[in-house]
């Protein structure tokens, strides 16, 4: 008789549980359910620009050489470059919080195609947030190998 009524306290309970969840009750002392996600407050832009930092070339081929570089918050990812004394080129952008396909990068990586052998290029950096105007980095250089 003893667990008899055991089960039948504890079915009780339970099912007393779930009816206060259902009706709302238990879900803030949970934390379970829709009432708790974060929310993103729309319109709500980063205005303020990214710091560019340890921008540098990690390989180089002789048509292409890969650019990686840190930002100090999730921001998109591109890189301007040309024949030394020019720019002209841009990489396609990526990592592009204004898109909306993603909320940026703090590690930054690019390859840039299209190069000739033997050849003396400068390129630079750009990120932006989701609200702030490009930074831009210093100009660097590298040399392509020959072929």
Do not use: C
Request: aromatic share 10%; glycine share 10%.
């Amino acid at each position: 008789m003893l667990i008899f009524l055991l089960v039948l306290l504890i079915a009780g309970l339970a099912g007393f549980g779930y009816w206060a969840y259902t009706q709302g009750y238990l879900k803030s002392i949970l934390k379970f359910g829709s009432d708790n996600t974060t929310k993103t407050i729309q319109g709500t832009k980063d205005t303020v620009p990214p710091v560019i930092s340890k921008v540098e070339v990690t390989t180089k081929a002789i048509k292409e050489a890969g650019i990686v570089w840190k930002t100090d918050k999730p921001s998109s990812s591109q890189v301007e470059w040309g024949p030394k004394g020019s720019f002209g080129n841009k990489t396609e952008i990526t990592d592009d919080p204004v898109s909306g396909t993603t909320i940026g990068a703090v590690d930054h990586g690019v390859i840039v195609k299209g190069l000739t052998g033997t050849t003396d290029y400068q390129y630079r950096v750009l990120s932006h947030t989701n609200g702030s105007a490009d930074t831009v980095s210093d100009t660097n250089y590298f040399t392509t190998p020959s072929e």
